[in-house]
Structure formats: structure tokens, C-alpha cells
């Protein structure tokens, strides 16, 4: 069933919470006093969002972080076992209420603006605690998985998949750049609704719910073939190897060092990796790691070998 945008309402200043800066410029708000900020990976928080649908209530993301934060009401009663990477933001702690018209670009911005709603905190901490979402804690394919399964991307395409569009390839190609959503619509002439929406379906297509994973699965299955670049492949110890099967969907967390496990320690050694390769995104680290050939078996024959076209 496609996810349908939701129209935002034309909101007055009195339909805003009081937190909400009247004026043009991002000012701080306090956790905990004005609202209960749960902290979310990007990578988590846009399959979340959409499964929480029109249930959602005041969301900012950040591209430059990669972390969102979904507003709950300041009074509300808190699950305790919140998933790796979540954290819910100390009583005090200040964060940027960007104005409301501040709805895109690298910095703080809102994905979900105040005034629609507001979010359940039994919803959000179920639909985080969905193994789908998860990107280092999906179990291993079952025997005879189903065409949506729901396992970490292996290297070996499925038998026979199921073509993508021409519209899906181009916009999966450029996704390997590192380009962003809206990146990728200017460059394409789309509306970046039509981006995303083709991206959830590549994503469901392969069971692949993060960007990284969907590089995975347009790689391995050799719909794409990674951008060329002319930097050399740095000296990556086993350990850097390990973190990028992980964060490729190839291997689950249990691959990893210990001192990694927990989420937070691996998204900053993401980070690194991504800084040493000059990479602009997690897909497009996945996709110089293809292009690098480092992970053996993550870009399938016909892609390396150039055979595999764009429409």
C-alpha cells in the first residue's frame, strides 16, 4: 500500500506550542521542561516515521548529524528498554527549535512540523523496537524467505528479482553518489516525494529498510554499478571491514568487536570510516567500498565488468 504525504495545514502562531521561536532564526528549547526529545539514527528514524504514519506528532532531523528527534509531550510515561542508538535526551539539555517555514536542508530543520499531532510513546518505542528498522540487529534469513523478507541483505542477489524501474534505477545510481533526497530530485526534475517514494520501494523491494542496505541490494544484485572514483582505497584494518559488513547488512552485530556492540560507539566508527574514505553518505561509503572491492562479493559480475546499463 503506498504512504500517502499528508497535506500540512495552515497553522497560526496561536495552533504552535509555546517553545516554538517566534521569530527567523533556530533558538534553543529545553528537554524534559518543554518537550521529551527521543534521539533517533537517521537511518532508524525515516522507516519509523513512516510506519508511524498520520500517528506522528513534532519531528526535526538533522542531515549534517544524521539524527532525528521526535517531540513527545513533556508529561509522558516512557518505556525503559529503548533500542541501541535511541536515547532519550537528559531533563535540561538544549536542543534547536528551527521556525516553522524551516522544512529542508543540512542543518536542523522539520521533517514533521508542530501542530499536526502529537506522538504515542508506546508507538514510537514499537515501531523502533520492529527488527526491520533495525540496522545491526537483523536475525539471519529464515530457510525459504519470503519475496519481501525481512533478513540483512546478503551478497548473492535473489533468484530472479524482480526488474526496477528506469526511474528507480536512476534514482538508486545517485543515491550511490552520496547525493540527498533533494539532491537527487533537482538533478532528476522530480518532486522529492517521488524521490523518497521510490526509494521505500526499492527498500521494500529487498527488504533492505536503510540507505545503506539498499546500496547493498542495488549493488550485490547488480542493478547499479558504483560511481568511479579516482581516490585510491585506504588501509583498512579487519576491524574497519567488519563495521562496514555490518553496516552493509552482510553480517549482524554479533560480528563485531565487543567495545562496538553498543550502537553509539559503532555509528562513531561509521563515521570515521566515511571521513577517511571521503564519503558523503552511508550508501555512498558502501558503494566506493564496491567500487574498492573490499568486501569480496558485494558487487555482483555484470555490474563489475560494466556489462549492466542504465536505461
Known amino acids: 500500500m503506498t504512504t500517502r504525504a499528508r497535506p500540512r495545514p ?25 518537550f521529551t526529545a527521543i534521539r533517533v539514527p537517521a537511518d532508524l528514524a525515516r522507516p519509523a516515521l513512516t510506519a508511524l504514519g498520520p500517528r506522528t506528532g513534532p519531528v526535526l532531523a538533522n542531515k549534517t548529524t544524521r539524527t532525528w528527534h521526535f517531540l513527545l509531550p513533556s508529561d509522558s510515561i516512557l518505556p525503559a528498554d529503548w533500542p541501541h542508538g535511541v536515547r532519550v535526551m537528559p531533563k535540561g539539555r538544549s536542543i534547536g527549535i528551527p521556525p516553522l517555514t ?12 508542530p501542530g499536526q499531532g502529537s506522538t504515542s510513546p508506546a508507538d514510537l518505542h514499537r515501531v523502533l523496537r520492529d527488527p526491520r528498522l533495525l540496522t545491526a540487529r537483523a536475525a539471519p534469513a529464515p530457510a525459504e524467505p519470503p519475496a519481501a523478507a525481512t533478513a540483512p541483505v546478503r551478497a548473492a542477489a535473489p533468484a530472479q528479482p524482480r526488474p526496477l524501474t528506469s526511474a528507480q534505477l536512476r534514482v538508486g545510481q545517485l543515491l550511490l553518489t552520496g547525493a ?5 530530485a533537482e538533478e532528476l526534475g522530480l518532486p522529492v516525494g517521488i524521490v523518497r517514494r521510490h526509494l521505500t520501494s526499492i527498500g521494500r523491494r529487498f527488504g533492505a529498510p536503510t540507505a545503506a542496505r539498499r546500496a547493498t541490494a542495488l549493488l550485490a544484485g547488480g542493478h ?13 584494518a579487519e576491524t574497519d571491514l567488519a563495521v562496514l559488513r555490518v553496516l552493509a ?9 565487543e567495545d562496538l556492540r553498543p550502537t553509539g560507539l559503532f555509528l562513531d566508527r561509521v563515521d570515521e570510516l566515511r571521513e577517511r574514505c571521503g564519503a558523503r553518505s552511508d550508501p555512498h561509503l558502501i558503494a566506493l567500498v564496491a567500487f574498492w572491492e573490499l568486501l569480496p562479493n558485494l558487487i555482483a559480475p555484470a555490474a563489475a565488468s560494466g556489462k549492466e546499463q542504465l536505461p
Not at 495552515?10 to 518543554?34: F, I, K, N, Y
Not at 524551516?102 to 512540523?113: E, K, M
Not at 547488512?249 to 568487536?257: S, V
Request: contains cysteine.
Open 224 to 236: 547499479v554499478s558504483p560511481p568511479p572514483v579516482s581516490m585510491l582505497a585506504p588501509d583498512l
Open 102 to 113: 524551516t522544512t529542508g536542508g543540512l542543518d536542523v530543520h522539520w521533517a514533521v512540523p
Open 10 to 34: 495552515v497553522l497560526s502562531r496561536w495552533d504552535m506550542p509555546h517553545w516554538m521561536p517566534d521569530s527567523s532564526q533556530t533558538l534553543p528549547a529545553r528537554c524534559g521542561e518543554d
Open 249 to 257: 547488512g552482510l553480517t549482524t552485530e554479533d560480528d563485531l568487536p
Open 180 to 184: 540527498s533526497d533533494a539532491q537527487i
